[in-house]
Nanobody
Framework: QVQLVESGGGLVQAGGSLRLSCAAS??????????MGWFRQAPGKEREFVAA????????YYADSAKDRFVISRDFDKNTVYLHMSGPRTEETADYYC?????????????????WGQGTSVTVSS
């Protein structure tokens, strides 16, 4: 089993910056085997893909809305994946979730991830 713990959420001004963290643990966990994804869910809306770091390599993928503003990165020593948010918008206020999917090639779909964190709340103020 893989455990994921997000942190770093909070209140941020539109146009500011924020870094979310996701610490992964578990006997079977490895960045070499697990695609790591960030999703978000705003009140009353469906969960949506934000960014992913593919297993086994260095490929990353972003939702169109996140390209050029958000960056996903990972630290092998700390088993932690980050989401660096630059210039967040008020409409990006949501709960942000980290997910891990073993050998997952469908980074955009929540169905590809079998492990989820509890989420961290981000509020973007105007």
């Amino acid at each position: 089993q893989v455990q994921l713990v997000e942190s770093g959420g909070g209140l941020v001004q539109a146009g500011g910056s924020l870094r979310l963290s996701c610490a992964a643990s578990g006997r079977t966990f490895s960045f070499s085997h697990h695609t790591m994804g960030w999703f978000r869910q705003a009140p009353g809306k469906e969960r949506e893909f934000v960014a992913a770091f593919m297993w086994g390599g260095t490929s990353t993928y972003y939702a169109d809305s996140a390209k050029d503003r958000f960056v996903i990165s990972r630290d092998f020593d700390k088993n932690t994946v980050y989401l660096h948010m630059s210039g967040p918008r008020t409409e990006e206020t949501a709960d942000y979730y980290c997910a891990a999917g073993k050998y997952n090639s469908e980074s955009y779909s929540a169905k590809g991830y079998e492990n989820w964190g509890q989420g961290t709340s981000v509020t973007v103020s105007s």
